[in-house]
């Protein structure tokens, strides 16, 4: 997962200097999200996840002058075919341990 998303990461990171480059969630889906501010100015913030083998990545920018774009990232959500919401954490993990360690327990008892 890690390098899933470590190379995009580094491509956002590579176009100005970042403001917030941290681990992210998204409903218990690790991830990674940035904030840079472009050499011309430029707000973009960019979050990458890896849900099962895809790889989603959403990015927002915003000329100088403007709000940051964060609007854009809190109606972000992945769906199931079905349409559902996926949901890996619904016990309220917040930190990368916890949720890599909620990950491991589900699938510890998902394999007995």
Known sequence: META???PAANVRERGTPAYDEFA???GIPG????ITEN?????????YLF????????????????PAAHFTQSLDIHHADGSSV???PGG???REEILENRARE??????
């Open 40 to 48: 011309n100015d430029r707000q973009t913030i960019a979050q990458m």
């Open 52 to 67: 099962e083998t895809r790889l989603y990545i959403a990015e927002g920018s915003e000329p100088p002058g403007v709000a």
């Open 93 to 95: 993990a917040t930190t």
């Open 5 to 7: 998303v470590a190379n």
């Open 25 to 27: 969630q998204l409903n």
């Open 107 to 112: 699938a510890a008892v998902g394999g007995e």
């Open 32 to 35: 990674h999200a940035i904030s």
């Open 87 to 89: 949901n890996l954490n």
